[in-house]
Nanobody, 125 residues
Framework: EVQLVESGGGSVETGGSLRLSCIAS????????MGWYRQAPGNECQLVSK???????LYANVVKGRFTISRDNAKNMVYLQMNDVKPDDTATYYC???????????????????WGQGTQVTVSS
């Protein structure tokens, strides 16, 4: 059974930083693409970043230069370092096991990944 557990969300002021963490189990982590989706109430989900099994990191334009995704295969962990956050970054963030390898950043592709329970990020102005 795939399990993804996120942590690290919270409230932060504009321009601040947060680091999200996710521990994964139930599948072959080191051979899998991983990502972070986000969804705000009333908005479509968005794959903001993904990291391939080879360690290639990709970002949606809205977070490029501010967010950094990384992974630790020895610990089955994936991280999202969020810097210079903005009120528009407010959303629930979901760690995702991207079992569909063609998942495209910046899009919402339901039914192509497994998600954790989510962690809330709130950015105040």
């Amino acid at each position: 059974e795939v399990q993804l557990v996120e942590s690290g969300g919270g409230s932060v002021e504009t321009g601040g930083s947060l680091r999200l963490s996710c521990i994964a189990s139930g599948f072959r982590f080191e051979g899998s693409d991983m990502g972070w989706y986000r969804q705000a109430p009333g908005n479509e989900c968005q794959l903001v970043s993904k990291i391939t099994s080879d360690g290639i990191a990709l970002y949606a334009n809205v977070v490029k230069g501010r967010f950094t995704i990384s992974r630790d295969n020895a610990k089955n962990m994936v991280y999202l370092q969020m810097n210079d956050v903005k009120p528009d970054d407010t959303a629930t963030y979901y760690c995702a096991y991207l079992w569909e390898p063609d998942s495209e950043v910046g899009t919402c592709s339901l039914g192509t990944s497994d998600w954790g329970q989510g962690t809330q990020v709130t950015v105040s102005s």
